[in-house]
């Protein structure tokens, strides 16, 4: 079965760093990779979403990067703003109907 | 465009009770349909999938049900809620050939069985 884990869990930085963050999963057949924003106590909001055929995506401050074979991904952020903060959640699809989240990485950027 | 609803936003049941989570969809036609569990800690869960009227997957044993009566709504139900019933319940919803594609998740319903 499929895991994915998120390191690390949690992450402070000062407004302006740029950062990245990980994700790695056990099982290397997979569809796609999809990197999700979540804000408290709210539902989520996608942000990119990679094919298994390629190797990065970008859109805007955010490039995300997908390494099939080794089981790994990250998502890099430049330039860190405070509207940043929020819980940083990997999935992976390897099934038609499946998709295998891992638990997040909480981003709290100080301004 | 499309929207994904659900209701209500926040619930608090006693244990025993029954459960009605509701999920509609607008703007896509014969979307594929989810619900998905977040406990405390806990990474997001799939429950159920749907990819058509009255067609539901069931990915783990529990005391929870799902249904779909029409082509746009997903329905989350429970005879009688458990303690650990509690969590944080999304749903979401992608096209048709949706291995390639994005799935769109709704504002979530939090529940809280006391």
């Known amino acids: 079965k499929q895991e994915v884990t998120q390191i690390p869990a949690a992450l402070s930085v000062p407004e302006g760093e740029n950062l990245v963050l990980n994700c790695s999963f056990t099982d290397s057949a997979i569809y796609n990779l999809q990197w999700f924003r979540q804000d408290p106590g709210k539902g989520l909001t996608s942000l990119l979403l990679?094919?298994?055929?390629?190797r990065e995506q970008t859109s805007g401050r955010l490039n995300a990067s997908l390494d099939k074979s080794s089981g790994r991904s990250t998502l890099y952020i430049a330039a860190s703003q405070p509207g940043d903060s929020a819980t940083y959640l990997c999935?992976?699809?390897?099934?038609?109907?499946?998709?295998?989240f891992g638990t997040g990485t909480r981003l709290t950027v100080i301004p | 465009s499309q929207t994904i609803h659900q209701w209500p936003a926040t619930l608090v049941q006693p244990v025993g009770s029954p459960l009605s989570l509701e999920c509609t969809v607008e703007?896509?036609?014969?979307?594929?349909l989810y619900w998905y569990r977040q406990a405390a800690g806990r990474g997001l869960q799939l429950l159920f999938y749907?990819?058509?009227?009255?067609?539901i997957s069931s990915e783990v044993p529990q005391n929870l049900s799902a249904s779909r009566p029409q082509d746009r709504q997903f329905i989350l139900s429970s005879k009688k809620l458990l303690l650990s019933d509690s969590g944080f319940y999304l749903c979401?919803?992608?096209?048709?050939?949706?291995?390639?594609?994005?799935?769109?998740f709704g504002p979530g319903t939090r529940l809280t069985v006391t």
């Open positions: 999935a992976v699809r390897s099934g038609a109907n499946n998709l295998f």
């Open positions: 990679i094919q298994s055929s390629q």
């Open positions: 979401a919803w992608s096209g048709l050939e949706s291995i390639g594609r994005s799935q769109y």
């Open positions: 703007g896509t036609s014969n979307p594929n």
């Open positions: 749907s990819v058509g009227i009255g067609q």
